[in-house]
T-cell receptor, first 112, second 116 residues
Framework: DAKTTQPPSMDCAEGRAANLPCNHS???????VYWYRQIHSQGPQYIIH?????ETNEMASLIITEDRKSSTLILPHATLRDTAVYYC?????????????WGLGTSLAVNP | NAGVTQTPKFQVLKTGQSMTLQCAQD?????MSWYRQDPGMGLRLIHY???????DQGEVPNGYNVSRSTTEDFPLRLLSAAPSQTSVYFC???????????????FGNGTRLTVT
């Protein structure tokens, strides 16, 4: 099962784009990249996931490199409420949630 | 929908006491699971269930029991609490366990447990 590597912390100015990187160099062909975030004292919240194509939803965009060894989560206009720990996880397509490996994520601080 | 509801939010136990952490979901999710979160460590899977009557162990099951008598509820029992079980506990569910569905996990807001 693939593991991911994320920077422990990042800062971003309010209103600017936050670009959170994730390395998953051992990802397999059928493994999806998932992003969750955890706001202080709350449970993790799903943001977005993708396989090989870039994805966008109302919360964020996910850019996956062509070789799929890394990805970037983009929060286009960060607000103070986006201050949270962001987790990048890989999951086998059609695979079970039992095998998810949760690291320590990236602690994003959005500053006024 | 309320989503995933965990009770209580906070609990203090003495060593040796037992208690049950409650988890309920109203999304008709097939898969339910319990994680613990400790400082400096990622979420670790304790037990999980793929449907009513079916449970299995995760990464750190010792000291915990679970049962799944209904689709909605998945309680976690601490049999004899120890200080090492001081942690934040999260319940999570998803629509499917495996298969072509890649639905994400939905988490409750946690139970903060202190064992003295």
């Amino acid at each position: 099962d693939a593991k991911t590597t994320q920077p422990p912390s990042m800062d971003c100015a309010e209103g600017r784009a936050a670009n959170l990187p994730c390395n998953h160099s051992t990802i397999s062909g059928n493994e999806y990249v998932y992003w969750y975030r955890q706001i202080h004292s709350q449970g993790p919240q799903y943001i977005i996931h993708g396989l090989k194509n870039n994805e966008t939803n109302e919360m964020a965009s996910l850019i996956i490199t062509e070789d799929r060894k890394s990805s970037t989560l983009i929060l286009p206009h960060a607000t103070l409420r986006d201050t949270a720990v962001y987790y990048c996880i890989v999951r086998p397509g059609g695979g079970n949630n039992r095998k998810l490996i949760w690291g320590l994520g990236t602690s994003l601080a959005v500053n006024p | 929908n309320a989503g995933v509801t965990q009770t209580p939010k906070f609990q203090v136990l003495k060593t040796g006491q037992s208690m049950t952490l409650q988890c309920a979901q109203d999304m008709n999710h097939e898969y339910m699971s319990w994680y613990r979160q400790d400082p400096g460590m990622g979420l670790r899977l304790i037990h999980y269930s793929v449907g009513a009557g079916i449970t299995d162990q995760g990464e750190v099951p010792n000291g915990y029991n679970v049962s799944r008598s209904t689709t909605e509820d998945f309680p976690l029992r601490l049999l004899s609490a120890a200080p090492s079980q001081t942690s934040v506990y999260f319940c999570a569910s998803s629509y499917r366990f495996t298969g072509v569905d890649n639905s994400p996990l939905h988490f409750g807001n946690g139970t903060r447990l202190t064992v003295t």
